[in-house]
């Protein structure tokens, strides 16, 4: 999944001495992480779909201004489990909110701020539905909260999404990558790191 992936490359960029910062959304920040359990937990209809947005937004703030810019500012590199992407691709394609509202809303949390290279893991939507309820009754194992308010929103909704994420990064070629992770944990791996080194002239030995 995603956040294994994300350590990875942490590991890797800490490797040859870069400072870098691993973070995600929504959460990153201790309000953020708050409004992160509103958004993650508890029933698909617990809010229409521009409260959610309004949250989302809220939380992404937050992480901006207390996590993001600090670290920008020191020189550190920034890794993040989502950014406004997946705004875009759950509220926007998803659930239908008006596209252009959501760009105004994100000039409006974050400015210009966007990621030098975004990463788009590719996957059918049944084998991704089936590894997140895998997750899920591990989560109820370790007597976690299950954070799978969106896993359970139906396999159309997935479908619109991963359409999102495609027409997105279709739009952004220059920032967006698409991953296939039918492939090994290993393999994939392997290609992010990979490109993340080229795209910024990195070199394994530092």
Same mark, same amino acid.
């Given at each position: 999944?995603?956040?294994?992936?994300?350590?990875?490359?942490?590991?890797?960029?800490?490797?040859?001495?870069?400072? +870098?910062?691993?973070? #995600?959304? $929504?959460?990153?920040?201790?309000?953020?992480?708050?409004?992160?359990?509103?958004?993650?937990?508890? $029933?698909?209809?617990?809010?229409?779909?521009?409260?959610?947005? /309004?949250?989302?937004?809220?939380? *992404?703030?937050?992480?901006?201004?207390?996590?993001?810019? $600090?670290?920008?500012?020191?020189?550190?590199? +920034?890794?993040?489990?989502?950014?406004?992407?997946?705004?875009?691709?759950?509220?926007?394609?998803?659930?239908? +909110? !008006?596209?252009?509202?959501?760009? !105004?809303?994100?000039?409006?949390?974050?400015?210009?701020?966007? $990621?030098?290279?975004?990463?788009? /893991?590719?996957?059918?939507?049944?084998? @991704? /539905?089936? *590894?997140?309820?895998?997750?899920?009754?591990?989560?109820?194992?370790?007597?976690? @909260?299950?954070?799978?308010?969106?896993? *359970?929103?139906?396999?159309?909704?997935?479908? #619109?999404?991963?359409? @999102?994420?495609?027409?997105?990064?279709?739009? !952004?070629?220059? #920032?967006?990558?698409?991953?296939?992770?039918?492939?090994?944990?290993?393999?994939?791996?392997?290609?992010?790191? #990979?490109? +993340?080194?080229?795209?910024?002239?990195?070199?394994?030995?530092?």
């Amino acid at each position: 999944g995603k956040t294994t992936q994300l350590n990875f490359l942490y590991d890797s960029l800490k490797s040859i001495d870069i400072d +870098v910062i691993q973070t #995600r959304e $929504p959460g990153g920040s201790k309000g953020a992480e708050e409004i992160r359990n509103l958004l993650v937990e508890g $029933p698909p209809e617990r809010w229409d779909a521009v409260t959610e947005t /309004l949250l989302h937004c809220a939380a *992404r703030r937050d992480h901006i201004k207390t996590t993001i810019l $600090p670290a920008l500012e020191k020189g550190l590199w +920034v890794l993040t489990d989502r950014f406004s992407d997946s705004t875009m691709a759950y509220q926007g394609y998803g659930h239908g +909110v !008006n596209k252009k509202a959501l760009q !105004n809303l994100q000039q409006f949390v974050a400015g210009t701020m966007q $990621p030098d290279m975004t990463i788009i /893991l590719d996957l059918p939507v049944k084998i @991704g /539905l089936a *590894r997140a309820e895998k997750r899920a009754t591990q989560q109820i194992k370790n007597n976690n @909260g299950q954070e799978d308010r969106y896993e *359970r929103m139906g396999a159309d909704f997935h479908e #619109r999404l991963r359409k @999102g994420f495609l027409n997105i990064a279709k739009n !952004n070629r220059k #920032r967006c990558i698409i991953i296939d992770t039918t492939r090994s944990v290993e393999e994939i791996q392997s290609t992010i790191q #990979r490109l +993340v080194f080229k795209k910024f002239g990195l070199s394994e030995d530092g």
